[in-house]
């Protein structure tokens, strides 16, 4: 039997993982799981924004397991990973580091706007302070990540993009320049790439306070979407225009029945519907969605034991192999100083 294809794709433990990150990422991983051999990393070296703060990361990675038995990621077959508890992963990014241009980082999109937010008084989201070395080297350690366990493919959210393009272009140079270690890993990016908060604003995310979370309880989401944000007002027999209610995004990204959506839409378009009835639709879709996962996670919360034992096991895991990689990179980079004589 030839072995499987690897994954490697991870999150930082900042909190509760919520729609966006199922629709972009987690549904993806829950259904490649049993095709690949999966690595699932909770990569806490990189909470550089809440580096301050750990007790926070610590509850972090427990709630970012929880999530992830919740959806359905199988332990036994997939490892799940605690990086910091894989210091290769710190060893792997020293050496790369040398293998990558400041001025390459310095194009990556995602890092450019971070250190400008970082920077930036006027931004509220972001807490102000100088930039830290961190930032340099944590896009590096994700490259060192997915290089770990020389994966094949990546699946995350759009965001991710250019940190795997950076991981291909550090594995072409690695592989040229000294042995060929490592695959070129492929990315791939969920159903929804990237779904709006509930406020109708840019993107879901925690800082933003617009999520709905995996374990929100279904009173919890029916309050959620009753506050959201529907498009221009109008009268209840007032014909709307789709495009201009994010409500039907949510409907496409989460409600099954196309078919009656697609009804929705037209009767939405010529008689009008009130917004009450589209979020009910939209609280039912998305508790029928929430449903098993909740019921997974009282089953998970009833015995922490159990998830104790997904982190421990998969980190494991992770530290066999990534043992044989650090010894195909000191092979590759000639570093056995001790075998001259
Ligand atoms: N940077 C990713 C995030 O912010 C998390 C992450 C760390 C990751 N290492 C990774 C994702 C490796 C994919 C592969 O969500």
Same mark, same amino acid.
Request: aromatic fraction near 8%; include cysteine; glycine fraction near 6%.
């Given at each position: 039997m030839?072995e499987?294809?690897?994954?490697l794709?991870?999150?930082?433990p900042?909190?509760?993982?919520?729609?966006?990150?199922y629709?972009?990422?987690?549904?993806?991983?829950?259904?490649?799981?049993?095709e690949?051999?999966?690595?699932?990393?909770?990569?806490?070296?990189?909470?550089s924004?809440?580096?301050?703060?750990?007790?926070?990361?610590?509850?972090?990675?427990?709630?970012v397991?929880l999530?992830?038995?919740?959806?359905?990621?199988?332990?036994?077959?997939?490892?799940?990973?605690i990086?910091?508890l894989?210091?290769?992963?710190?060893?792997?990014?020293?050496?790369?580091?040398w293998?990558?241009?400041?001025?390459?980082?310095?194009?990556?999109?995602?890092?450019?706007?971070?250190?400008?937010?970082?920077?930036n008084?006027?931004?509220?989201?972001?807490?102000?302070?100088?930039?830290?070395?961190?930032?340099?080297?944590? &896009?590096?350690? *994700?490259?060192?990540?997915? +290089?770990?366990? @020389?994966?094949?493919?990546?699946? =995350? /959210?759009?965001?991710? $993009?250019?940190?795997?393009?950076?991981?291909?272009?550090?594995?072409?140079?690695?592989?040229h320049?000294f042995?060929?270690?490592?695959?070129?890993?492929?990315?791939?990016?969920?159903?929804i790439?990237?779904?709006?908060?509930?406020?109708?604003?840019?993107?879901?995310?925690?800082?933003?306070?617009?999520?709905?979370d995996?374990?929100?309880?279904?009173e919890?989401?029916?309050?959620?979407?009753k506050?959201?944000?529907?498009g221009p007002?109008r009268?209840?027999?007032?014909?709307g225009?789709v495009?201009?209610?994010?409500?039907?995004?949510y409907?496409d990204?989460f409600? &099954?029945?196309? *078919?009656?959506?697609?009804? +929705?839409?037209? @009767?939405?378009?010529?008689?009008? =519907? /009130?917004?009450?009835? $589209?979020?009910?639709?939209?609280?039912?879709?998305?508790?029928?969605?929430?449903?098993?996962?909740?019921?997974?996670?009282?089953?998970?919360?009833g015995?922490?034991?159990?998830?104790?034992?997904?982190?421990?096991?998969?980190?494991?895991?992770?530290r066999?192999?990534?043992?044989?990689?650090?010894?195909?990179?000191?092979?590759?980079l000639?570093?056995?100083?001790?075998?001259?004589?």
């Amino acid at each position: 039997m030839t072995e499987r294809k690897r994954i490697l794709t991870g999150i930082r433990p900042t909190g509760a993982l919520h729609l966006g990150h199922y629709a972009g990422a987690l549904e993806n991983w829950v259904r490649l799981q049993k095709e690949y051999d999966c690595y699932f990393l909770i990569a806490d070296y990189q909470v550089s924004d809440y580096a301050d703060d750990i007790p926070r990361v610590r509850d972090a990675v427990w709630e970012v397991a929880l999530d992830w038995l919740a959806v359905g990621l199988d332990p036994e077959g997939s490892s799940f990973v605690i990086e910091s508890l894989v210091p290769e992963h710190a060893e792997l990014t020293t050496w790369l580091s040398w293998f990558l241009p400041v001025a390459m980082l310095e194009r990556n999109p995602t890092l450019k706007a971070e250190m400008a937010a970082m920077e930036n008084p006027e931004d509220p989201n972001a807490e102000r302070k100088a930039v830290p070395v961190a930032f340099y080297t944590y &896009p590096v350690m *994700q490259v060192a990540n997915i +290089l770990m366990p @020389r994966a094949h493919l990546v699946p =995350v /959210g759009e965001d991710q $993009l250019p940190h795997i393009e950076l991981t291909r272009e550090t594995a072409r140079r690695f592989n040229h320049r000294f042995k060929n270690v490592f695959p070129e890993p492929e990315a791939l990016v969920g159903r929804i790439p990237r779904l709006l908060g509930t406020d109708g604003n840019a993107k879901m995310s925690k800082s933003r306070g617009n999520t709905i979370d995996l374990k929100d309880s279904a009173e919890t989401v029916a309050r959620k979407i009753k506050r959201m944000y529907a498009g221009p007002p109008r009268e209840l027999d007032e014909p709307g225009t789709v495009e201009e209610n994010p409500i039907f995004l949510y409907l496409d990204a989460f409600d &099954p029945d196309t *078919q009656a959506v697609a009804e +929705l839409k037209q @009767r939405y378009e010529t008689a009008g =519907v /009130g917004n009450k009835e $589209l979020k009910d639709r939209l609280t039912v879709a998305i508790n029928t969605l929430l449903d098993p996962f909740r019921d997974r996670r009282a089953k998970y919360e009833g015995n922490m034991g159990l998830v104790r034992e997904a982190l421990e096991h998969g980190t494991n895991r992770m530290r066999v192999i990534a043992r044989e990689t650090m010894e195909m990179v000191r092979d590759a980079l000639d570093l056995n100083y001790l075998e001259k004589y």
